[in-house]
Each structure stands twice: as C-alpha cells, then as structure tokens.
C-alpha cells in the first residue's frame, strides 16, 4: 500500500528526528569517552606526584583549573545536545501516534522510563494523553535521566581536581 503525502512527510521527518537522536547521542558518548578517561587519568597522574614545592603546586593550579573549566564546558554543551535529543524523541512518539507505530515508545517503555526520565506507571500513552502537545520544558531545562548522571559524573570529577588541589597546596605549605 502506497503512503498518502501525509505520512510520507511524516515518514521523512520521523527519518530526520531518528537521525539527529543518533547524531547528537554519538558525539554526547564520543567526547565522553575522550574527556573522562584524560580527566581521570590527570587526577592519577598529579596525584602520584613524588615532589611538592611551587613548581609542582602551579602545575596542579593550571590543570586542575582547565580540566575543571573544559568538563564543565563540556557539560553545557551535552546538556544543550541531550535538550535537542529530547525534543526529537518527543516528535517521534507523536509521528508514532500518528502512524501507529511503535519503535521509539517500546524502547521507552522496556527502559521504564519517559523521555523526562521519570517512571514509567503504565503504558507510555497513558502518559501523555494528547495527541499534540508542548514538549515539557522541564526536559529541556533539567535534562533526562542521562544526562542527570552525566552531571554528577563530572561534578565528581570536578571535585576530584579540587580536592587534588587542596591536597598539593597542604603538602606544599607543610601541613600535611
């Protein structure tokens, strides 16, 4: 059976939302695994350090400044893509809906939870129960469950550099 022009269209921007979810999700999980190992391995490396005096504290001073500044940096930026991705799987389902389709809300329902991250209760149309409606701004302000635990997981690591910090500026000063 031939798609009316509707659905076709429909079919195409179904096509386009699925593209940049992909897109967005593999240069969020890329840039991770580049930027958390290095930060992991900065941490190591200046917390394995056998000499403490100035020299030694400036360097702890500049890595632990930018490390912290391009994590956070880099947090922003995934909390804008993952604002994106949110709002593109939020279109599917209502292309979905009207196309009696069922691929992006199985996948939700099997994750248990919404795009917003919350638990999932029922079957995902329970949950939103208009067919067309505003995607919840707190998706895009307060991120998803992902995201939420990709912020924690730099602020961890945020804290670490500061932590390092104060730990080279105790041995330095002797007080430690």
């Given at each position: 059976m031939e798609p009316n022009p509707r659905e076709t269209v429909l079919l195409s921007e179904y096509e386009r939302c699925h593209t940049e979810v992909e897109r967005l999700n593999s240069q969020l999980w890329t840039t991770a695994q580049i930027l958390i190992p290095l930060?992991?391995?900065g941490v190591g490396l200046l917390f394995s350090l056998s000499q403490h005096d100035l020299q030694s504290l400036s360097s702890v001073v500049v890595?632990?400044?930018?490390?912290?500044?391009v994590?956070?940096?880099w947090?922003?930026?995934a909390h804008r893509w993952h604002g994106?991705?949110?709002i593109a799987q939020f279109r599917m389902i209502e292309i979905e809906r009207d196309l009696d389709m069922w691929c992006t809300r199985y996948e939700l329902e099997a994750t248990g939870r919404t795009v917003s991250g919350t638990p999932i209760t029922g079957t995902?149309?329970?949950i939103l129960p208009d067919r067309y409606q505003r995607v919840p701004v707190d998706i895009i302000r307060n991120?998803?469950?992902?995201?939420?635990v990709t912020r924690r997981l730099v602020y961890l690591l945020v804290l670490s550099w500061g932590l390092l910090l104060v730990r080279e500026i105790l041995l330095v000063c002797g007080l430690f």
């Open positions: 930060s992991l391995a890595l632990s400044f930018v490390s912290s500044l994590l956070l940096g947090l922003k930026i994106y991705q949110s995902f149309d329970d991120g998803t469950s992902t995201i939420i």
